[in-house]
């Protein structure tokens, strides 16, 4: 089984919807966690963490469920500009473990 | 503030040949770990460096080495390579503050082995 799951899409939706994205993380004992973006051929970049009484960034809102290991990521009024992979992540023990990706398509 | 940068952005290498790719990591950070990436996965751990030692080591064979220098860079040196071993290669610096830490990120090296 593979430390984090993701639904690789992509997702194709049109400019302003809302699309959500879910991933599952197989180590109990995480620490910390995170969703990354990745644009095509670029390094990965920090979007927001995720904590366990859910967080807001803008048009960003994470969650994470330990019980049920799972952290979800929404985006509303989905922008062209939203288009990447967005990479479901957990830290621990000095370690960073990445999810394959989950790539959004926002159409015009 | 400089960033986390890594040299070179891409690389063009034979087979059975070795590759030393290079890593200067973000002011202040003290952590330097490698990752690699192949095309459509996530990033996989490599090796972590901390204090000029190997602190931590994913999956990967004895062909891949580091090496961490005193003013905290960092090199990742792989041997005898393999068509596998094309993908591009991630470095992340960390911070000391450990309470949330996050990973920075540099540009990547591009590696193709022909």
């Known amino acids: 089984r593979k430390e984090v799951e993701q639904d690789p899409g992509p997702f194709n939706v049109p400019e302003g919807a809302t699309v959500a994205f879910n991933c599952t993380y197989s180590?109990?004992?995480?620490?910390?966690f995170f969703w990354y973006r990745q644009d095509c051929r670029k390094e990965p970049k920090l979007l927001m963490s995720?904590?366990?009484s859910g967080n807001e960034d803008g048009r960003f809102t994470a969650q994470l469920n330990r019980a049920s290991q799972y952290i979800s990521l929404l985006i509303r009024d989905s922008k062209l500009s939203d288009s990447a992979t967005y990479l479901c992540?957990?830290?621990?023990?000095?370690?960073?473990?990445f999810g394959s990706g989950t790539k959004l398509n926002v159409k015009p | 503030d400089a960033g986390v940068t890594q040299s070179p952005t891409h690389l063009i290498k034979t087979r059975g040949q070795q590759v030393t790719l290079r890593c200067s990591p973000k002011?202040?950070?003290?952590?330097v770990s490698w990752y690699q990436q192949a095309l459509g996965q996530g990033p996989q751990f490599i090796f972590q460096?901390?204090?000029?030692?190997?602190?931590q080591r994913g999956n990967f064979p004895d062909r891949f080495s580091g090496h961490q220098f005193p003013n905290y860079s960092s090199e990742l040196n792989v041997n005898a390579l393999l068509l596998g071993d094309s993908a591009l290669y991630l470095c992340?610096?960390?911070?000391?503050?450990?309470?949330?830490?996050?990973?920075?990120f540099g540009q990547g090296t591009r590696l193709t082995v022909v």
């Open positions: 180590n109990s004992a995480s620490q910390s």
């Open positions: 460096y901390y204090e000029e030692e190997e602190r």
């Open positions: 992340a610096s960390s911070s000391p503050d450990r309470r949330m830490t996050e990973a920075f």
């Open positions: 002011s202040g950070h003290d952590t």
């Open positions: 995720v904590y366990s």
């Open positions: 992540v957990y830290y621990n023990f000095n370690k960073f473990y």
